[in-house]
């Protein structure tokens, strides 16, 4: 099953509630896709950038129009307010604005309609396709018996399938290589734990569990041959991912450890610095409850001051390659992605 499609609405799984319930959320309106956005039942820059498709072709359908041009006047605001919801996968945004080019070419309601959905189902198709490339061009990279690192969650539950960083190790695995995993939980919501752990579990992929705060003894110890990493947004100097990656990236380098990262050309943005990126600050209830979902257990005093970045930036200096669907890149980068991506 795809983590996110439509079936006369938009469907998808309700990752806060893995991986002790499995339950498919139905967003027949805008609004409720945007707060599965915004509460992370949906989340992963590929899987992002389908719901912002699809959220664009939700809005077509959501309700009747007089006029073809009150359709798209409405699509346009509901464009708006799905770019709103998260800030810093660029994913999201190209989702939302090639679902929304291809509508605004529609002369008539029914073909304004057609034409998004044809145009958000193109976008979940190709992603899958592009993670399988992605994955066979990063196998090549590990080496059988090698145990791989990974942070948050990059799999099947953060694309429309398959997954990048996961996708790899997939792919790895399915040409006969055995990998191991290790997995970090990464606080504060534990996509690495809750996700991460479960997917891998459910194909038969050996993986260990540990605390954040662990991924620099198990690399002092040489348990680690390398680490592959997801993404939200890669711009010329730095790679913006899960709140914690950068820590990683910087104990790899100092035990020399190779740190890849996996995502398709839709989460480079080229064109800007790591100056230029919003990260998002989510709320101070994640980390103060050890349950954010039932607000239960505290586990700080109520009134602590909290900071609850979601995302940092890694310099682009502590990353070995680049793997996407286009090929694995080397530094330099500033040459090389343009080449290989056609940016
Ligand atoms: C395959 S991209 C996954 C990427 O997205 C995650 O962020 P979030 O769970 O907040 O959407 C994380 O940065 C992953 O590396």
Redesign the pocket.
């Known amino acids: 099953m795809r983590t996110i499609f439509w079936d006369g609405c938009v469907k998808l799984i309700d990752q806060t509630l893995l991986p002790d319930k499995f339950e498919i959320i139905e967003c027949r309106r805008v609004e409720e896709l945007a707060d599965a956005i915004k509460r992370?039942a949906v989340?992963?820059?590929?899987a992002?950038e389908a719901a912002g498709g699809y959220g664009v072709a939700l809005a077509a359908h959501e309700r009747d129009f007089s006029s073809v041009d009150e359709l798209k006047e409405h699509v346009k605001r509901a464009a708006e307010f799905l770019a709103s919801t998260r800030p810093t996968?660029v994913n999201l945004f190209y989702g939302i604005e090639r679902v929304l080019k291809a509508a605004m070419d529609g002369n008539s309601v029914e073909e304004v309609r057609q034409l998004a959905l044809s145009e958000a189902e193109k976008i979940a198709d190709e992603d899958v396709e592009r993670n399988k490339q992605m994955g066979k061009h990063g196998a090549k990279l590990l080496e059988d018996g090698f145990t791989v690192l990974t942070?948050?969650?990059?799999g099947r539950l953060?694309?429309v399938d398959w997954?990048?960083?996961l996708g790899v190790i997939r792919s790895a695995v399915e040409e006969g290589k055995k990998i191991k995993v290790i997995a970090c939980e990464t606080r504060p919501?534990n996509?690495g734990s809750r996700l991460t752990a479960w997917e891998l579990m459910k194909d038969g992929i050996e993986v260990t569990l540990i605390t954040d705060s662990m991924a620099g003894i198990v690399m002092q110890k040489g348990m680690v041959d390398c680490v592959i990493?997801?993404?939200?947004r890669i711009v010329r100097d730095a790679v913006f991912?899960?709140i914690g990656t950068y820590t990683v990236a910087v104990l790899a380098k100092e035990h020399g450890i190779p740190f890849y990262v996996a995502?398709p050309a839709t989460t480079f943005d080229w064109g800007r610095e790591a100056k230029d990126v919003v990260i998002e600050e989510r709320s101070r209830e994640e980390l103060i409850y050890c349950n954010i979902k039932c607000k239960q257990s505290l586990i700080a005093p109520s009134d602590v001051k909290v900071y609850n970045p979601?995302?940092d930036a890694t310099p682009l200096k502590y990353v070995t390659a680049l793997i996407t669907e286009k090929g694995v890149i080397y530094p330099p980068y500033e040459e090389n992605v343009p080449k290989i991506l056609g940016f």
């Open positions: 992370l989340r992963g820059a590929p992002l996968a942070y948050c969650n990059t953060a694309t997954g990048t960083a919501l996509q990493v997801g993404a939200d991912n899960k995502a979601a995302f």
